[in-house]
T-cell receptor, first 114, second 111 residues
């Protein structure tokens, strides 16, 4: 079974703090993705990575950065958290090639920025 | 930017009733996926449709991809409380590598 784990289920941070969200997958997948999920907006892609040290911007990268130093781990960084970054953050992974292959999701991290 | 519109946003029905969820776009997608997400979990893939006009069945769920590959529908027959969840459609563009998600349809099936 593919397993995607995220470091925290719930997180509360203050405005201006630096926030790290960690994601680990155990299936040797090449592609990894970070989304945020807001009611009525579905999932919006923040960043994705198709290989170690490679990253590409998604649809809403502003205010975020990512790091992929190892194949199994993909980190999302909020350099200076703001209240409009309060959201559910979902990590996903799939095999290399097109993203049309099934994406496997972690359980999500609900981040609240106060 | 490719957009996917899902309708309705919310659906509440009694057990045993049928329901249909729609996913529409003005863009063509090379494939379309449907996911279901339950509270506290990430989305889980239900089906992928690839060919225009394709119909796939998964027990009581029927998925259809429009002939022009711009729209899709999910029909549930004789809904059960276990069908409760958030249903998301996601389209893969011609360039690949990324999925565009619809806003989701929250389905509540009451016993």
């Amino acid at each position: 079974d593919v397993k995607v784990t995220q470091s925290s289920r719930y997180l509360v941070k203050r405005t201006g703090e630096k926030v790290f969200l960690e994601c680990v997958q155990d299936m040797d997948h090449e592609n990894m993705f970070w989304y945020r999920q807001d009611p009525g907006l579905g999932l919006r892609l923040i960043y994705f990575s198709y290989d170690v040290k490679m990253k590409e911007k998604g649809d809403i990268p502003e205010g975020y950065s990512v790091s992929r130093e190892k194949k199994e781990r993909f980190s999302l960084i909020l350099e200076s958290a703001s209240t409009n970054q309060t959201s559910m953050y979902l990590c996903a992974s799939n095999v290399g090639g097109l993203a049309g292959y099934e994406q496997y999701f972690g359980p999500g991290t609900r981040l609240t920025v106060t | 930017t490719q957009l996917l519109e899902q309708s309705p946003q919310f659906l509440s029905i009694q057990e045993g009733e049928n329901l249909t969820v729609y996913c529409n776009s003005s863009s063509v997608f090379s494939s379309l996926q449907w996911y279901r997400q339950e509270p506290g979990e990430g989305p889980v893939l239900l089906v992928t449709v690839v060919t225009g006009g394709e119909v796939k069945k998964l027990k009581r769920l029927t998925f259809q991809f429009g002939d022009a590959r711009k729209d899709s529908s999910l029909h549930i027959t004789a809904a059960q409380p276990g069908d409760t969840g958030l249903y998301l459609c996601a389209g893969e563009g011609a360039a690949g590598n990324k999925l565009t998600f619809g806003g989701g349809t929250r389905v509540l099936v009451k016993p």
